[in-house]
């Protein structure tokens, strides 16, 4: 079993930033994500990164302005949020996948991840 714990949500002004940290403990994961979901809508990817960390994957409007990362010592995961838009608000989670296609495989489907977190909320005013 794995069990995800994330953290570092809050509320903050357009343009500003937050640090999601997402803390993964029980057995090994390797592609690991991001996602959001907003009142009504969806679950939507967000990020994701590899196992080795060195691939990463965005979706189109956080491009440039979030950053996936990951300390594999840690066994954490980390989304930087910068310029935060009132469309970012959402109920951020982190995700985790045990299926193991290569150390450079990002996993961006809901369906592609096993395990989640409870989720933080991130509330972006304007």
């Known amino acids: 079993q794995v069990h995800l714990v994330e953290s570092g949500g809050g509320l903050v002004q357009a343009g500003g930033s937050l640090r999601l940290s997402c803390a993964a403990s029980g057995r090994t994961v390797y592609s690991m994500g991001w996602f959001r979901q907003a009142p009504g809508k969806e679950r939507e990817f967000v990020a994701g990164i590899s196992a080795s960390g060195t691939n990463t994957y965005y979706r189109e409007s956080v491009k440039g302005r979030f950053t996936i990362s990951r300390d594999n010592a840690e066994k954490t995961v980390y989304l930087q949020l910068n310029v935060l838009d009132p469309e970012d608000t959402a109920l951020y989670y982190c995700?985790?996948?045990?299926?193991?296609?290569?150390?450079?495989?990002?996993?961006?489907?809901?369906?592609?991840?096993?395990?989640w977190g409870q989720g933080t909320q991130v509330t972006v005013s304007s």
């Open positions: 995700a985790a996948d045990r299926t193991y296609y290569s150390r450079t495989f990002v996993a961006v489907g809901v369906r592609d991840y096993e395990y």
